[in-house]
């Protein structure tokens, strides 16, 4: 964990392409860290198409005290989304440089308190929202999610890309949607192929953290888009946790609390 006072590591969630389940692997990726006891916050930086609060199982509207907002808490992860701002599920309207003070706000004008992660659900490409959030940062670490899908790996490839050129860190891959169980067999499906992550991997020079399922949340999940943390899905976010631990360099839980 980081010392009190000390900066969190930020760590964005991103892809090249949408569809590719990368809101669910930063929702399910935030509460597996926070369920390690780790201080964690969430921005869905996705503002057009926010679905964290869907996912998470969350409708409150952020209060505020003394001009500051107070994140959601849920499943111990502190979040910021449009979506919680605009209840309704209207469309967000904007162009591109009020994308940019969005974010900026979710980040000076919320009271965060002292975090160990803050993770961002990032839009899909390399538009406005990335940009502008690497300026902010100066310098954070990336997921990279993908499918196994040929033509998803070569767009993802260009969010890869764009990292490497603005100096900041991909620490890893996450291929999702990558096979399904064989039903009445031990075996496994490859609908969208085998390889899409292992050549990501090969051209980024970077690992496959994990490699997702498709799987449903199942009805004793507790929320629509989070995994029950004894299941299949669930235990696999758990071991990219640790994953994640490992490679940003936190001290174990267990060291500070």
Known sequence: MRAMGQQPVYLSIVSGKGGVGKSTVAANLAVALADRGYRVGLIDADIYGFSIPSLMGVRDEPKTLDDRIIPVERFG?????????????????????????????????????????????????????????????????????????????????????MTARTGHEII???????????????????????????????????????????????AGAPAPGVYDPSSPCGRLYSALADSVVRLTGSAPAAEIR
């Open 77 to 161: 992860v502190r979040l910021m989304s449009s979506g919680l701002i605009r209840g309704d599920n209207q469309p967000v309207i904007m162009r591109g440089p009020m994308l940019g003070r969005v974010i900026r706000n979710f980040l000076q004008d919320a009271d965060w308190g002292e975090l160990d992660y803050m993770l961002f659900d990032m839009p899909p490409g390399t538009g406005d929202i990335p940009l502008d959030l690497h300026e902010m940062l100066g310098h954070s670490k990336e997921l990279l999610v993908t499918t196994p899908n040929e033509t998803a790996s070569e767009v993802a490839f260009r969010a890869g890309a």
């Open 172 to 218: 890893g891959i996450v291929e999702n949607m990558a096979y399904m169980e064989c039903p009445g067999c031990d075996g496994k499906i490859y609908p969208f192929g085998e390889d899409g992550g292992d050549k990501l991997s090969a051209v980024l020079r970077t690992p496959v953290l994990a490699r997702f399922p498709i799987e449903r949340t199942g």
